[in-house]
């Protein structure tokens, strides 16, 4: 077995932190902390509004590091609420309750952040597999 050389870490650190800056972006946030939060809080959101075969699905798309993030703290069995009000309280939650930040832009924003990095089709069937409750928050 051949070791892991620290390019393959430095690169997984590069496309997650191209995600969080995406995301900061979109929101027109200076502060990358407060992205990370609201990214991590969207997803754990959605995996758990998802199927546990869909929750896989979504994980393996995306990058290495996040795809751990958005693992962490997952237990399958969970089916929480299903609402655009429980996604946007998950994300309210993540950023730490700031009065200053609209929790659903930030959900919308992680949502269409998802339909811009994944593939068109992969996209289409995770929006299929996602409770209708809440496909208001995917872009039209």
């Known amino acids: 077995m051949k070791p892991r050389d620290v390019k393959e870490l430095d690169l997984a ?3 997650a932190r191209a995600w969080v800056d995406d995301l900061a972006r979109r929101l027109g946030w200076r502060e990358h902390s407060k992205a990370y ?9 959605l995996r758990d509004a998802l199927p546990r075969d869909e929750v896989a699905f979504l994980g393996a798309q995306l990058p290495p590091l996040l795809r751990g993030l958005y693992y962490e703290g997952w237990h399958a069995g969970a089916r929480p609420a299903h609402s655009v009000a429980a996604i946007c309280e998950r994300v309210h939650e993540a950023v730490g309750r700031n009065p200053g930040i609209d929790a659903e832009q930030a959900a919308r924003a992680v949502f269409a952040l998802l339909a811009a990095r994944l593939p068109a089709s992969e996209v289409e069937d995770l929006i299929a597999r996602t409770p209708k409750s809440i496909h208001p928050l995917w872009p039209s």
Not at 37 to 45: Q, T
């Open 37 to 45: 939060a609201a990214l991590i809080g969207g997803l754990h959101a």
């Open 13 to 15: 650190v590069g496309e």
